[in-house]
Nanobody, 121 residues
Framework: QVQLVESGGGLVQPGGSLRLSCAAS????????MGWYRQAPGKQRELVAG???????NYADSVKGRVTISRDNAKNTVYLQMISLKPEDTGVYYC???????????????WGQGTQVTVSS
């Protein structure tokens, strides 16, 4: 069974740091594009950071310089290190994967259940 399980969310003060982890299982994710999305109440889900199988990264302008996405293929795990957190970073953070299934060229995406991040004093 394919699963993406996030952890590391919680309550943190403004200016604080948090590291989110996404443990992937059920398939080989090493060739997949992985990423983190977030959604705040009343707002659309937005890409926070993405990382390709070749470790190319991209970040939303709102978080650039404050977050780092990384992956450990040996552990099938993706991380999101966040520093200098702001109240506007509050939301549910979702782990995402996109990759090929089988040899016939089909692709699909996968989503985790989400983890809540709350930045508040």
């Amino acid at each position: 069974q394919v699963q993406l399980v996030e952890s590391g969310g919680g309550l943190v003060q403004p200016g604080g740091s948090l590291r989110l982890s996404c443990a992937a299982s059920g398939r080989d994710f090493s060739r997949d594009t992985m990423g983190w999305y977030r959604q705040a109440p009343g707002k659309q889900r937005e890409l926070v950071a993405g990382i390709t199988s070749g470790d190319r990264t991209n970040y939303a302008d709102s978080v650039k310089g404050r977050v780092t996405i990384s992956r450990d293929n040996a552990k099938n795990t993706v991380y999101l290190q966040m520093i200098s957190l702001k109240p506007e970073d509050t939301g549910v953070y979702y782990c995402y994967a996109y990759g090929r299934i089988g040899a016939s060229g089909n692709y699909r995406d996968y989503w985790g259940q989400g983890t809540q991040v709350t930045v508040s004093s």
